[in-house]
């Protein structure tokens, strides 16, 4: 009888695109486990098995255990695992990329370390946003600017629709329940968002960490991401589950986002966003592009790449 350790890790053209994934799959109140490559959710109903290849994000509500099985073969999928306490939602672990390339970090990378290029990114993400802005020339205070000055019409605009009063965004981390429904619904989708976002991120291989809009956080980029989508998804379902009452906020409005995600292919719109942004030619890379290049090069000085695992102790490279 064969045991986990001694499964081979799936390649990147046996697993499903992220782009074609479940949004994110929730639970709670029950123990996670293993069965072959799918998970299980045992609970006072039985067990339910879920593909673990085609989640983008696993949330895990109150009440949760994981086995270190459950945990490997999420890893080995590339999915997002995400602690989901009753406050709010916090951010906690990530799988693996889907790509063995590190050609798109690489760009990112690039992108970022350079002045001109990070604020044009930045410029291309307020674009996406809000297409009826030019923004061409734009400083960085204009931006955030112009950022606030939308958000405050997307709530007046998103109140006026369902009817929910609106006074302002409030949020303390450290009481949720405090906030009223609306701000509650926000604060819900928002990280929803932030982990949807991760999900997409990590498989693609990119790094959370730099951003272009936010800075100086592990997550920047994860912020950057989510919030192309936040007036257009994110707000309106926060509104809609205010709107059928003040309890269990929360709830409704992860239901009522992910119906959202998966009418809209969000995932797949996320991908494409991602490889728009970070490709400077302005082409549209594929995501199976490079997924099988499971290859180590060495870097030159003449910045060339050659093969690893080769000895070039007595002959010059460059």
Request: aromatic share 6%.
């Amino acid at each position: 009888m064969s045991t986990v350790s001694r499964r081979g890790a799936s390649s990147p053209h046996e697993l499903t695109r992220v782009a074609d994934r479940l949004s994110f799959v929730y639970l709670e109140r029950c123990t996670v486990h293993r069965d072959d490559n799918a998970i299980t959710a045992t609970d006072a109903d039985g067990v339910t098995h879920i593909p673990s290849a085609s989640i983008g994000a696993l949330l895990l509500g109150p009440g949760t255990r994981v086995t270190h099985q459950a945990m490997a073969v999420l890893g080995e999928c590339g999915a997002s695992v995400v602690w989901v306490g009753e406050l709010g939602v916090r951010y906690y672990a990530a799988g693996r990329a889907l790509s063995r390339s590190s050609g798109l970090a690489e760009r990112q990378a690039e992108a970022w370390a350079n002045r001109r290029t990070r604020l044009e990114v930045a410029r291309s993400m307020y674009r996406m946003r809000f297409p009826g802005d030019d923004v061409d020339g734009r400083s960085r205070q204009d931006l955030l600017m112009a950022e606030g000055r939308r958000l405050k019409d997307c709530y007046r605009r998103e109140s006026a629709r369902t009817g929910v009063p609106w006074k302002r965004r409030e949020y303390n981390r450290d009481d949720f329940l405090s906030a009223d429904a609306p701000n509650q619904g926000i604060t819900a989708a928002a990280q929803c968002m932030y982990g949807v976002a991760h999900a997409v991120i990590a498989a693609l291989g990119c790094s959370p960490a730099l951003g272009f809009v936010h800075s100086g956080h592990e997550r920047s980029f994860v912020y950057d991401i989510a919030d192309l989508y936040k007036v257009e998804v994110g707000i309106p379902a926060a509104f809609d589950a205010a709107a059928d009452g003040d309890i269990d906020v929360a709830s409704r409005t992860r239901r009522a986002l992910r119906d959202r995600i998966n009418q809209t292919r969000l995932l797949d719109r996320c991908v494409r966003d991602i490889h728009t942004l970070l490709n400077h030619d302005g082409t549209h890379a594929t995501e199976s592009g490079n997924l099988g290049n499971d290859q180590v090069t060495l870097q030159t000085d003449g910045d060339r790449r050659i093969a690893g695992g080769v000895n070039y102790g007595d002959e010059p490279i460059w």
